[in-house]
């Protein structure tokens, strides 16, 4: 023990315990020389402090976010705890923009980017993770410098070609206007968000054992069905990590929500223009964009907290060991 | 059907869609570099260039870019703005998550009543759209309005427009970008520390190694590689910032990325198609030269631990 310690233990036999002060530091002593035998408790008082200090970093910004919803319009210099809670503004936003309508199209755009992935995907990471074929390590690696490349360089050409500037593949024109149908944004957000799911589902379904596979196929299954009904259900957790990352991806995605659609609700435009709604040449409702700020988290927190062992089980399993 | 064509017939569908949306937009965009602005028409493209919109943006020569982002009297080119940005933004992006994902990393492995909350909460951020969480720290500082602005005005940290001001502006986006990413850097640390095996652990009490030579000798090296992978996914993700600058409305003219660079050229004044590719795939060169030393990265540690 360090002589520092030891003059504590004199200090708190000398203090004898007779007036208020003394009494606290000899409490201060004991809680030192408690620590100091067992560090485990020092660690762990540590650890809660350290916990309570990160996790109000992580949580204070939604606080504001509610902070603002509270506040009455109009009102600037906003004090840190509402003066009172009137949820007006959670009911405003559905009535001066169809918010429900832009919380239903990002909806939509992450439901179907994450079906059409996980079924497509599904698909390539099984040839890529089970069989073998001539070519796979350079279309492995092809899908790698894929993901490498930032939006913007796929965005243009994309943008044309929905617009009927320049032909898609440089072959065919697309037809309609397919900007601002969902289309314009589902299309490239799968492809973006493709690449990782095929490398993740290609990771869980590599382990599982040959074994399985083969006595479902003796049992008659065609390859595709022992596919579907064995390496799936098997693969499971990398199947909703995938899934979880997709949705996530898409859900929070500015690039292509904010610059593929138009601004109405009825154009597809997702919750992106639905918080940039309140804001219109004249006046700017901040409590409002707040009130839909929150709501529009409401089905990520959701998803987060029904699937976050799935998230982390899934990382921890195989996601990464590549 | 032998198994090299049903391998084939299983990857079709997927390559398909990669060919359409990401592929042959990505072979479009390198050739339409080549190809000069035209501002009248359409914006359809001029005649082959060759590399001259390279060299123009290289060399600030296009009389067309939009002007220069910052103060005009700093008299450095849009493309060495944008370039200077974006780097110092994932340095410090990327420091500050890997150090605080660490630590969430840390706090998420615990097995203690309440953990399933925690863990919910560190979470949350990352699940935020960007708008949403452009639009918090928008509220927070701007100015007669948001609680921080006046404060740190006070201590004479920020300006008066915290939002309009390069250095501010710089500082808004990173802890944004650390506030929501961090808890992704913690979901990927917290993989690798929990493929640790726990016996190394045991070995290491029975021979009285204190917490930090536990940290030192068997955590930090054992969860470098993973590390290593999640500092990779955070790098990129941050040198193509461009979604947080906007939604913050904080401003490509404040805080110019190379995203933004690119934004600027196809929607400014005028649309420099050509010059906006060109742009691009600067920016597809930067990420792969980083990529490429993560990579260098990778291998050496693994080769040194062992590993093939």
Known sequence: MSIDARNHDDAEQMGGGSDGDDDSRSRIGRWAKDWMEHPEKAYAVMGVFMGGVLLTTSLFPLYWLFVVAMAPPGQTNISLIPAEIDLT??????????????????????????????????????????LDFRGKTPLLFSLLVLSFFPPAT??????????????????????????????AVVAPLSAFTMPLAIFILTTFYGQIPDGLEDAARVEGTTRIGALFRVIMPLSAPGIATAGILTFITVYTEFFFSFLMTGDSAAEWAPVVNGVLAFQTQYTTRYDLQAAASLVAIVPVAILVVFAQEKIISGLTQGALKE | MSEQAYAYLLLAPGF??????????????????????????????????????????????????PAPFLDPSFQIPVLQQAL???????VLSVAGETLLGFLYAMLMQGDYAGRKLVRL??????????VIQGMIFFLMFRPGYGLLTEPLQQLGIFSSLPLNTTFDGFVIVTVADIWKTSAFMGLLILAGLESVNQDLYEVADVMGASRWQR????????????????????????????GIIEATSVGCTTVPSMSCLVVELMFGSASLYGSAAAASV???????????????????????LGFA
């Not at chain 1, 918010?99 to 497509?120: D, E, G, P, Q």
């Open chain 2, 215 to 242: 940290f030192r000798y068997i955590t930090f090296p054992l969860v470098f590689p993973v590390l290593m992978v999640a500092m990779l996914f955070r790098t990129m993700g941050a040198l193509r910032v461009y």
């Open chain 2, 84 to 90: 200077f940005m974006t780097l110092l933004f994932a």
């Open chain 2, 16 to 65: 398909l869609v990669l060919l359409l949306f990401a592929f042959w937009p990505l072979a479009s965009a390198i050739r339409t570099s080549f190809f000069a602005d035209i501002i009248t028409g359409s914006g359809r493209l001029g005649e082959f260039a060759g590399v001259t919109n390279y060299v123009q943006l290289l060399t600030n020569t296009n009389a067309l870019a």
């Open chain 2, 282 to 304: 600067l920016i597809a060169i930067v990420v792969g030269l980083f990529i490429s030393v993560y990579l260098l990265f990778i291998r050496r540690s693994s080769q040194s």
């Open chain 2, 121 to 130: 909460l560190i979470i949350l951020p990352w699940a935020i759209p960007i």
């Open chain 1, 154 to 183: 796929l965005f243009l050409p994309l943008f044309r070609a929905f617009n009927q500037q320049i032909p898609l593949l440089g072959i065919f024109t697309l037809p309609a206007e397919i900007y601002g149908t969902p289309g």
């Open chain 1, 89 to 130: 503004a959670f009911v405003d936003i559905f009535v001066q923009v169809p918010f429900a309508r832009f919380m239903f199209n990002s909806l939509f755009y992450a439901f179907s980017v994450t079906a059409i992935v996980l079924l497509i995907g599904s698909l390539a990471g099984y040839a890529f993770g089970r």
